[in-house]
């Protein structure tokens, strides 16, 4: 059983940066693929990126691809979820998740976190 626990969610005006870390601990071994996701009140969750955990390959929603960066620490089993040049429609929670291959479906991850809010103001 894999544990994951995001941190690092806040209140942050438009234009400026914040960083999600994602801790996991438990079963990491089945671990071959770490995503992110958000959900904003009303609306479906949303996928945001993917980073394989041994290759740290990643892929990225077009929304946020060249403003966000996943990034990982194989050795601690951190992933952390960079995120610049915010904006009001970044507001959502955002869940950390874990699971055996790489997707863009969050029914593909197997585990998941509690989740820490991210709120943009303009």
């Known amino acids: 059983q894999v544990q994951l626990v995001e941190s690092g969610g806040r209140l942050v005006q438009a234009g400026g940066s914040l960083r999600l870390s994602c801790a996991a601990s438990?079963?990491?071994?089945?671990?071959?693929?770490m995503g992110w996701f958000r959900q904003a009140p009303g609306k479906e969750r949303e996928f945001v990126g993917f980073i394989s955990w041994k290759s740290g390959d990643t892929y990225y929603a077009p929304s946020v691809k060249g403003r966000f960066t996943i990034s990982r620490d194989y050795a601690k089993n951190t992933v952390w979820l960079q995120m610049n040049s915010l904006k009001p429609e970044d507001t959502a929670v955002y869940y950390c998740?874990?699971?055996?291959?790489?997707?863009?479906?969050?029914?593909?991850?197997?585990?998941w976190g509690q989740g820490t809010q991210v709120t943009v103001s303009s």
């Open positions: 998740s874990a699971g055996p291959g790489t997707s863009t479906i969050p029914g593909a991850f197997h585990y």
């Open positions: 438990g079963g990491t071994f089945a671990i071959y693929a």
